[in-house]
């Protein structure tokens, strides 16, 4: 056969950021983007079935992108998606049932709908529920010992602790729990042949939101008939300029909270002890000394980034790193890439339980900088917290396996083999 040129490598590299396979390969992965970060960090990738866009690799530019919110827009494509589901997704805009989340509106709509739900996402008013993080970790672990000595991780804690937590917040009932995940895996997993709704086609996904729409909009009714004084009453009753939110607009914020703030932090954790397990030595460092676990918990976040990238528009003709893109072309952000840059990170493929500084940007940056940041490193350190005193050894007891996607995603399957005080 023939070699393959550097040019086709290069197109090879792009193409793979659009293949949700890509993602369960972490080798392959992490090849093509140094591939790109190296030879070319601002690429133009045309991949089969999905419309053109340009791929961002480097850590400075993504940054200085996500600083000018002005001139790189959320709308009308914040999502690499097929050409087939931005299709069907611009219809549904059309009709008024799109998601209209933090993630899909740009400035003057923004700000005003962050600033919701924003208090309750500060640390100040996120360490009152320290004491609550730390009982949900403790039943959690609780249920690992008692599938002992063998478990699925990701299923049995990595999945189901953030979610509760996640919704304790929004005060939903634990009867709305096992549902609730179901949908999230859905919606995040609808590229992947096990965890997505029917074939993972445009209409199967859009089925998806409706669900979640439905459901959502029946606790948007129930909050504003009977307000309880949680997220979800805060939401529900909020005015913008003096009126109450559609109720489009408030069921797209739950979702939101419910999915992006559950599925993100269950990836972290599943992926954070695969970490550990493959680094013994980072695992043995981290239990002698647990003043670490703040940092590890970055180190986590950094190594896992379970969002896999967001589009960016441009609002007019502009150069990234000297490349012309016009008015109207997308970007795709790779925070993977940005997270193993190395002229940000000294050794970026070395897991390092103690690494300072690390400008890892798993959260992004600037105005849409991830609400629920600071929520997701208390719940991945207040689990580790409860896991690691408590655990007398732990290995793989089979393949891991992660889920195929474009977006967020993560392990969705770690089988392990452990012992538990």
Not at 224 to 249: K, V, Y
Request: charged share 20%; glycine share 6%.
């Amino acid at each position: 056969m023939p070699a393959t040129t550097p040019t086709q490598a290069l197109t090879q590299a792009g193409q793979a950021l659009a293949d949700p396979a890509t993602y369960t390969d972490e080798h392959h992965l992490h090849s093509a983007l140094t591939l790109l970060r190296h030879h070319a960090p601002v690429h133009h990738v045309t991949a089969p079935g999905y419309n053109p866009f340009w791929a961002i690799t480097r850590h400075a530019d993504i940054l200085a992108i996500e600083r000018d919110h002005t001139l790189w827009l959320n709308a009308p494509r914040p999502v690499l998606r097929t050409a087939a589901l931005d299709q069907a997704l611009h219809t549904r805009r059309t009709q008024g049932k799109a998601l209209a989340t933090l993630v899909h509106l740009d400035h003057p709509h923004h700000r005003p709908l962050r600033a919701i739900a924003a208090d309750w996402f500060r640390p100040a008013t996120l360490r009152t529920l320290d004491t609550r993080l730390r009982h949900l970790a403790r039943r959690h672990i609780d249920t690992m010992a008692e599938h002992g000595p063998a478990c699925d991780f990701a299923r049995t804690v990595a999945a189901p602790y953030p979610l509760h937590a996640i919704l304790t917040l929004l005060g939903l009932p634990e009867s709305d729990f096992d549902r609730m995940l179901h949908l999230t895996q859905q919606l995040f997993g609808h590229d992947d042949d096990e965890t997505g709704r029917g074939t993972g086609t445009p209409h199967d996904h859009t089925s998806v939101l409706e669900d979640l729409f439905a459901h959502f909009h029946d606790l948007t009714a129930r909050r504003r008939a009977h307000p309880t004084g949680d997220l979800a009453s805060r939401i529900a009753n909020a005015r913008i300029d003096g009126r109450l939110l559609d109720d489009n607009t408030a069921a797209s914020y739950y979702i939101l909270i419910a999915t992006a703030g559950h599925d993100t932090t269950s990836s972290t954790i599943a992926g954070g002890l695969h970490a550990l397990i493959t680094h013994p030595g980072q695992l043995r460092r981290l239990r002698e000394d647990p003043a670490l676990l703040p940092a590890a918990t970055e180190e986590m976040i950094r190594w896992v980034t379970p969002v896999k990238a967001f589009m960016r528009t441009a609002a007019a003709d502009t150069r990234v790193r000297g490349v012309p893109i016009r008015a109207g072309e997308s970007v795709l952000l790779s925070y993977p890439s940005a997270n193993r840059d190395e002229d940000v990170f000294d050794e970026p493929f070395r897991f390092d339980a103690g690494r300072r500084p690390n400008r890892q940007l798993a959260f992004g940056f600037g105005a849409h900088f991830c609400l629920g940041a600071a929520l997701a490193r208390m719940e991945v350190t207040a689990l580790f917290a409860e896991l690691l005193p408590r655990l007398a050894g732990i290995e793989l007891d089979g393949e891991p396996a992660w889920t195929a996607t474009t977006f967020v995603g993560g392990l969705k399957r770690l089988p392990v083999r452990y012992s538990l005080t």
